[in-house]
């Protein structure tokens, strides 16, 4: 099944797209200097894939190419950074 990683920067969110449908979301506040990450979701009939995952790496990468800090209030995203400590520099203040 292909997937596809986008910024909906309309609706401020990170979607990962399966056969061009929405599977899920990582919604986000961009601040100046800093993206919020709030709520990710994947869709129930897409769980259990590695989705959730796929789509925070690309929105952590994504983020890190921007040269935004992350503030992760979303409890997956929190755990992704802590389980990937690679992650860690991007933490804001």
């Not at 986008?6 to 929405?22: A, H, Q």
């Not at 952590?60 to 690679?86: F, M, N, Q, W």
Request: a negative charge; glycine letters at 8%.
């Amino acid at each position: 099944m292909p997937t596809e990683i986008v910024d909906n920067s309309t609706e401020s969110r990170f979607e990962i797209l399966v056969d061009g449908r929405v599977a899920g979301f990582a919604d986000y506040k961009l601040l100046p200097t800093t993206i919020v990450f709030t709520h990710t979701e994947v869709l129930r009939e897409f769980e259990g894939q590695g989705l959730a995952g796929q789509l925070v790496k690309h929105a952590l990468d994504a983020s890190r190419d921007t040269g935004l800090k992350v503030s992760p209030l979303c409890p997956y995203v929190k755990r992704y950074i802590e389980r990937h400590p690679d992650y860690q520099d991007l933490l804001s203040g």
